[in-house]
C-alpha cells in the first residue's frame, strides 16, 4: 500500500458537518459527489496533504444508514491508495482477508475501490483505491 488516501467520516447531516468541519479545518470542503450505487453522498476536505471524506446516506439501505443506526456517526472507514488494486486485491486475499467486492467498483474522487470485510481486520473497514486514469 502506498498511502492512507483518505479518512471516511459518516455523518447524519453532509450541510451541517460540512459547516462544522470548515470551521475544524479552518478551510471549506472542495467538492461534494454522490455516489448512486452506494446511496451517498460525499464530501471532500484537504488537511495539508491528506482528504477527509464525509459521507451521508441517501436512503434507508445505504450501508452508511445502516452503520449510523448500529453504531452512530464517526469514523467509518480507512481508505489506502495501491498502485494496482487488483494485484493488491489477490494479495490480500491469499493473506486470507476477505474481499466485499471482488470486481473494483467505481468510488467517489475518481477512484476504483474495493472493501475489506472489518470482521478480518478488527473492526476497521478498509478501502483500496487506485486513481482511474482514462
Ligand atoms: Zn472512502
Known amino acids: 500500500m502506498l498511502k492512507i488516501e483518505h479518512i471516511g467520516i459518516a455523518v447524519k447531516d453532509l450541510n451541517q458537518s460540512n459547516a462544522l ?3 475544524l479545518f479552518g478551510e471549506a470542503h472542495y467538492k461534494i459527489e454522490a455516489v448512486e450505487s452506494e446511496g451517498v ?13 464525509l459521507l451521508e446516506a441517501t436512503n434507508s439501505n445505504s450501508p452508511i444508514a445502516k452503520f449510523i443506526e448500529k453504531k452512530g456517526e464517526g ?6 491508495d495501491v498502485a494496482d488494486i487488483h494485484t493488491e486485491k489477490e ?10 467486492n471482488e470486481t473494483p467498483k467505481k468510488g467517489a474522487d475518481n477512484k476504483w475501490v474495493v472493501f ?10 478498509v478501502e483500496l483505491c487506485q486513481e482511474i486514469k482514462d
Open 21 to 23: 468541519f470548515a470551521k
Open 41 to 53: 453522498k460525499t464530501s471532500f476536505f484537504k488537511v495539508g496533504q491528506n482528504k477527509i471524506e
Open 75 to 80: 469514523i467509518h472507514h480507512i481508505a489506502f
Open 91 to 100: 494479495r490480500l486475499k491469499a493473506e486470507g482477508f476477505v474481499v466485499l
Open 116 to 125: 475489506l470485510h472489518p470482521k478480518g481486520t478488527n473492526g476497521v473497514l
